[in-house]
């Protein structure tokens, strides 16, 4: 402080006082050249500062207004895809319902479809049986009449002499003839 008020004092004892040097005490001029520095600082950069601060200030609210649209877009975005979820969740309920109840639908059809191919087989099946017992039965009525035939053959052969053979033959003749005028 010695030296301050030192160099104060040199300036009046020096010819060239109130005229404008250098001074190369650096302990006695350090701090009154670092009050005019702050000084013209605080003058001329107080501008210069409050724009800056300014600027950064409007760059943070922007960024602000920026992220609170950015969140807003992005809460509608979430809202509109919950509301998609829920719909696709619903509509999977409602395919997984439909589906079941297809399952059933065509499971019974598949059982109705059956039983009835069931019973046309059946229904074949006794047409078949049916058939096949009157082919039998004719096959036997075939067999006994084609013996009884025989039989009577047999019989007529042994008992029929010449005279009733004969006999026969012009009985026959005669009624070819009547049936013959009857027609013609």
């Given at each position: 402080?010695?030296?301050?008020?030192?160099?104060?004092?040199?300036?009046?004892?020096?010819?060239?006082?109130?005229?404008?040097?250098?001074?190369?005490?650096?302990?006695?001029?350090?701090?009154?050249?670092?009050?005019?520095?702050?000084?013209?600082?605080?003058?001329?950069?107080?501008?210069?500062?409050?724009?800056?601060?300014?600027?950064?200030?409007?760059?943070?609210?922007?960024?602000?207004?920026?992220?609170?649209?950015?969140?807003?877009?992005?809460?509608?975005?979430?809202?509109?895809?919950?509301?998609?979820?829920?719909?696709?969740?619903?509509?999977?309920?409602?395919?997984?319902?439909?589906?079941?109840?297809?399952?059933?639908?065509?499971?019974?059809?598949?059982?109705?479809?059956?039983?009835?191919?069931?019973?046309?087989?059946?229904?074949?099946?006794?047409?078949?049986?049916?058939?096949?017992?009157?082919?039998?039965?004719?096959?036997?009525?075939?067999?006994?009449?084609?013996?009884?035939?025989?039989?009577?053959?047999?019989?007529?052969?042994?008992?029929?002499?010449?005279?009733l053979h004969l006999r026969t033959i012009s009985t026959n003749i005669g009624m070819f003839g009547m049936m013959k005028e009857i027609t013609?």
């Open positions: 402080m010695k030296n301050v008020t030192d160099s104060f004092l040199s300036l009046g004892y020096w010819p060239f006082a109130g005229s404008f040097g250098f001074n190369t005490d650096i302990l006695a001029t350090n701090p009154i050249n670092l009050s005019v520095v702050v000084g013209v600082l605080i003058f001329f950069g107080k501008g210069v500062l409050s724009d800056l601060l300014d600027n950064r200030k409007q760059r943070i609210l922007k960024t602000i207004r920026d992220s609170e649209e950015l969140r807003g877009g992005a809460q509608e975005r979430l809202e509109k895809a919950v509301a998609r979820l829920r719909k696709v969740e619903m509509e999977a309920d409602q395919f997984r319902a439909n589906g079941y109840s297809e399952i059933e639908r065509e499971k019974w059809n598949l059982i109705n479809s059956t039983y009835k191919t069931l019973e046309q087989l059946e229904n074949y099946k006794n047409e078949t049986i049916r058939f096949e017992q009157q082919r039998a039965i004719n096959q036997v009525r075939q067999r006994v009449f084609q013996q009884a035939l025989e039989g009577a053959l047999g019989t007529l052969n042994s008992c029929l002499n010449t005279e013609g």
